[in-house]
């Protein structure tokens, strides 16, 4: 059965940095396209990173480009979201998502539709 467990949230300050993990089972990380998205109360999931399989090629929102890196280590069947310079609007609940197909269509990645499999989400609170 497959799973993915998000961890790594928390309470920042602003400019900080975290590093969110995703720990993924019953799946195979390397042929998967996965992604990180992100969610405001009241409101739909936002994509922000998305990293094609294999782990070479990234895609970013423009809200978080050049401030969140994209990871994924297949030997330890997790990825992650390496975040810095965190801004107070960084505030939201962030989840991890895997498509077991390997799509990769740009700018789709960041789309909730193409993913299969969802995390439980982790906390994160940037404050001023």
């Known amino acids: 059965r497959a799973q993915l467990v998000e961890s790594g949230g928390g309470s920042v300050q602003a400019g900080d940095s975290l590093r969110l993990s995703c720990s993924i089972s019953g799946l195979t990380v390397s042929a998967m396209s996965l992604a990180w998205f992100r969610q405001y109360p009241g409101k739909g999931r936002e994509g922000v990173a998305a990293?094609?399989?294999?782990?070479?090629?990234?895609y970013y929102a423009d809200s978080v480009r050049g401030r969140f890196t994209i990871s994924q280590d297949s030997a330890k069947s997790t990825a992650y979201l390496r975040m810095k310079g965190l801004k107070p609007e960084d505030t939201a609940m962030y989840y991890c998502?895997?498509?077991?197909?390997?799509?990769?269509?740009?700018?789709?990645?960041?789309?909730?539709?193409?993913?299969?499999?969802w995390g439980q989400g982790t906390q994160v609170t940037v404050s001023s």
């Open positions: 990293i094609k399989p294999g782990g070479r090629t990234t």
């Open positions: 998502a895997a498509d077991p197909s390997g799509s990769w269509h740009l700018p789709y990645v960041l789309e909730e539709a193409q993913y299969n499999y």
